[in-house]
């Protein structure tokens, strides 16, 4: 695929009437905690929401009595208020031996079954759950597919899902991910070029602000408002130029007053759901400390707001 830059950001104004961001942790942080115990946790310490990654830990697909679990869960996000997107990035839900595997692209034409099966029952659980959007994404090309292959294999197994998605009105929300084929803002626009331009409501995206920050060539505000258009759902933590490792707010070199101010500049509806996949073992603890980093910054856009936070910009890697 020949690289094209993401589309000229809008210098509108903001809106009068933009809506408040609505703050989320995801449960792929929280992995050591029961599923209850974590959504409590969340609403105790004021989130508006929760991104729940399906995994044998927090609501199992694959496993027996999936409507009645998933009934449960929605009485327990009803008691705490909390609004929910969910997640398929779950490492080894359909393979045990292969993180992420099999994918969308893999040549193997009944591989791509499995997650397409998997996706459509994470639209179906969403649909049950009332959730904002429903997460995928591409998975890393198979070194012996090229690439014209890969989007249409990826284009091809996204079909019935988005129609599912239709079908619900519940947004399919890919994400651009470094090291697969859909890896940047621009694969999006190419994929939804290979999908004839479906309804943003239909295929949307994914837009991880540490992954703008890793690979794109602009900032990640302008990253945002060049994609306001197609986002859905909002991931966020910190994150290194070149380097993709997700790390708590403060350990990287993300300018978060720009992002919040352009995240409510477009009035983006969807939930801003912080993503430390890695870091569980502190899972609590980071919980609190990311809702104190970002309600600091949301109180203003200016350095003070800012200082508040501990530094004012990004802090070397």
Same mark, same amino acid.
């Given at each position: 695929?020949? !690289?094209?830059?993401?589309?000229?950001?809008?210098? !509108?104004?903001? !809106?009068?009437? @933009?809506?408040?961001? &609505? +703050?989320?942790?995801?449960?792929?942080? +929280?992995?050591?905690? &029961?599923?209850?115990?974590?959504?409590?946790?969340? !609403?105790?310490?004021?989130?508006?929401?929760? @991104?729940?990654t399906l995994d044998h830990m927090h609501l199992d697909p694959l496993a027996p009595g999936l409507a009645a679990r998933t009934a449960r869960v929605a009485d327990t996000l009803r008691d705490t208020g909390l609004a929910v997107a969910i997640e398929t990035g779950a490492r080894y839900v359909l393979d045990p031996r292969r993180k992420h595997h099999p994918t969308l692209i893999d040549p193997d034409p009944d591989a791509r079954a499995a997650r397409t099966d998997l996706l459509r029952t994470a639209v &179906?659980?969403?649909?049950?759950?009332? @959730?904002? @959007?429903?997460?995928?994404?591409s998975g890393v090309r198979d070194p012996g597919s090229t690439d014209a292959d890969s989007w249409q294999r990826l284009a091809a197994a996204l079909a019935p899902v988005a129609a599912a998605a239709s079908d619900t009105g519940l947004p399919l929300a890919v994400e651009p991910e470094p090291g697969h084929l859909l890896s940047d803002l621009a694969g999006f626009h190419h994929l939804r070029t290979v999908m004839g331009a479906p309804d943003p409501d239909v295929l949307g995206l994914t837009l991880d602000i540490g992954h703008c920050q890793c690979l794109e060539p602009v900032p990640p505000a302008d990253c945002i408002r060049a994609a306001a258009p197609w986002t859905r759902h909002v991931q966020l933590e910190d994150m290194c130029r070149g380097v993709h490792e997700h790390l708590p707010f403060g350990d990287g070199e993300i300018d978060f007053p720009p992002v919040l101010a352009a995240l409510r500049d477009t009035a983006y509806r969807g939930l801003v759901s912080v993503e430390l996949p890695r870091h569980s073992h502190a899972g609590p603890e980071l919980a609190r400390t990311s809702l104190d980093f970002l309600r600091s910054h949301l109180l203003s856009s200016s350095p003070q707001a800012a200082a508040l936070a501990g530094r004012v910009g990004g802090a070397p890697c």
């Open positions: 695929m020949t !690289s094209t830059p993401p589309p000229v950001p809008s210098t !509108s104004p903001p !809106s009068p009437e @933009a809506p408040p961001l &609505r +703050l989320a942790y995801g449960t792929n942080g +929280l992995t050591d905690l &029961r599923l209850t115990d974590a959504l409590t946790l969340l !609403s105790d310490l004021g989130y508006d929401g929760v @991104a729940l &179906r659980v969403g649909a049950d759950l009332g @959730a904002t @959007a429903v997460h995928c994404f």
